[in-house]
C-alpha cells in the first residue's frame, strides 16, 4: 500500500474528488473479489421500501450466502480542526443510515490520516470514535492509516476483516 504515499502527495490528485483514493478503492476491492465477494461496479444502493439510494465507495456481495457489505474510504489531510469534526459526523452518520435504514450486512470504514508536518493532533479523537462505533455495532470492520510525505502506518488496532 505504499501507493498511497505517492497518491496522497500528489498535487494533480484531486482530493475533492477522490482521485487521490482510487488506487486504494482498487486494491481493496480486488482484496474483497479473492475473498470470493462479488463487488459491483454500480456503487448505489437502494432501499426497496421506498424511493432512496446511496452512493458508496465499495460495494460489495456475497451471492451463497446473501450478504451485503459496502466500505467508505476518507482522508484527511488539511484543516485538521474542522475537517476531523466533519469526517467524524459523516462516518456516524453514514453507518447509521447503511446499517439501520439500508441494512447492509457489513459496514466497513477506512480513514486515511494525511499529515507531512506529521503532527497528527486529530488522530487519537478519529481512533477513539472509531472505537465506540465498532463497540456500538455501526461499523464491522475499520483500518486506519497515517501517512506522511515519506511513510504510511497501518494501525495495529484496526485491521479490516472482510
Not at 464491522?140 to 504510511?152: F, G, M, N, Q, R
Request: charged share 25%.
Amino acid at each position: 500500500m505504499d501507493f498511497l504515499i505517492e497518491d496522497l502527495n500528489n498535487p494533480c490528485l484531486n482530493k475533492r474528488r477522490n482521485q487521490h483514493l482510487n488506487n486504494l478503492s482498487g486494491y481493496l476491492s480486488n482484496l474483497i473479489e479473492q475473498k470470493g465477494y462479488v463487488v459491483h461496479t454500480e456503487k448505489r444502493i437502494a432501499f426497496d421500501d421506498f424511493e432512496y439510494s446511496k452512493k458508496c465507495d465499495i460495494y460489495y456481495e456475497s451471492m451463497s450466502e446473501n450478504r451485503t457489505g459496502i466500505i467508505e474510504i476518507k482522508s484527511i489531510s488539511s484543516s485538521f480542526g474542522n475537517n476531523a469534526n466533519n469526517r467524524i459526523e459523516e462516518l456516524v452518520g453514514q453507518a447509521m443510515l447503511f446499517k439501520n435504514i439500508l441494512r447492509v450486512s457489513s459496514v466497513g470504514y477506512v480513514f486515511v490520516y494525511h499529515d507531512i508536518a506529521e503532527k497528527f493532533h486529530y488522530y487519537n479523537r478519529i481512533k477513539q470514535v472509531l472505537s465506540l462505533c465498532k463497540i456500538n455495532g455501526l461499523i464491522d470492520h475499520c483500518l486506519l492509516i497515517k501517512v506522511t510525505s515519506k511513510e504510511l502506518w497501518l494501525d495495529p488496532d484496526f485491521a479490516i476483516k472482510i
